[in-house]
């Protein structure tokens, strides 16, 4: 696709539950980041991806959040247990390569009950 | 630790006037990138324009254009000539480059409303 795609774009779960937010970046970008969007706390970097080196998992909140990306295309952010302060929209980006802007998806709003 | 401010969490305009929306930011670098990304209620990032701290020139993007302040650590959005569809939330974000990781650092956001 144009465009970095994101799935599913609403997902409500109950508390406890593994949930599974997929991201395709746009074909072609080397680097891939998440980022989380709340209230409370503005826009927040999780997680980044570039090529085959070692993701930068520094911005992940506690171990209950994990990420994949498998041949160095699609992610996975999984988040395990969910808690309600988990609720808030999960942006992916991709970018072409080093100092290349950042191109978003449209994001999936999670909702703990 | 890098820090983003912007001190301005509302503002409006008037269609076809101009406006400008503040960023500070605190960094002991001195190569980095500069953005200021648009996010209308669509929800999606969108890319307004980008800063290399090393070019001392201000970028453009048609309407868009930066007033870039190295020393004074100041990088504000102008916007002329504005537009319904220009309604949306504004997001100041640094850039560090960091042994390879290239995270973006972002603001609190203005609220950008533009009036008919």
């Known amino acids: 696709g144009a465009g970095v795609s994101q799935s599913p774009s609403n997902k409500v779960t109950e508390k406890g539950k593994d949930v599974e937010l997929r991201c395709d970046p746009i074909?072609?970008?080397?680097?891939l980041y998440w980022y989380r969007q709340s209230l409370g706390q503005g826009l927040e970097f999780l997680i980044y991806?570039?090529?085959?080196?070692?993701?930068?998992k520094s911005g992940l909140p506690s171990d209950r959040f994990s990420a994949e990306r498998t041949g160095g295309s699609v992610s996975t952010l999984t988040i395990q247990r969910t808690q309600q302060e988990d609720s808030a929209v999960y942006l992916c980006?991709?970018?072409?390569?080093?100092?290349?802007?950042?191109?978003f998806g449209d994001g999936t709003r999670l909702s703990i009950l | 630790a890098q820090t983003v401010t912007q001190s301005q969490p509302e503002m409006s305009v008037q269609e076809a006037e101009t406006v400008t929306l503040s960023c500070t930011y605190d960094?002991?670098?001195?190569?980095?990138?500069l953005f200021w990304y648009k996010q209308p209620p669509s929800r999606q990032m969108i890319l307004v324009i980008r800063?290399?701290?090393?070019?001392?020139q201000n970028a453009t993007e048609n309407r868009f254009s930066v007033n870039f302040q190295k020393a004074a650590k100041s990088f504000s959005l102008k916007i002329s000539d504005s537009q319904l569809g220009d309604t949306a939330m504004y997001f100041c974000?640094?850039?560090?480059?960091?042994?390879?990781?290239?995270?973006?650092?972002f603001g609190k956001g203005t609220k950008l409303t533009v009036n008919p």
């Open positions: 980006a991709s970018s072409l390569r080093w100092g290349q802007p950042q191109h």
């Open positions: 074909s072609g970008h080397t680097a």
């Open positions: 991806f570039q090529g085959n080196s070692a993701p930068d």
């Open positions: 960094t002991s670098e001195s190569n980095y990138y």
């Open positions: 800063q290399e701290a090393y070019k001392q």
């Open positions: 974000a640094f850039m560090r480059v960091q042994g390879g990781s290239e995270k973006l650092v």
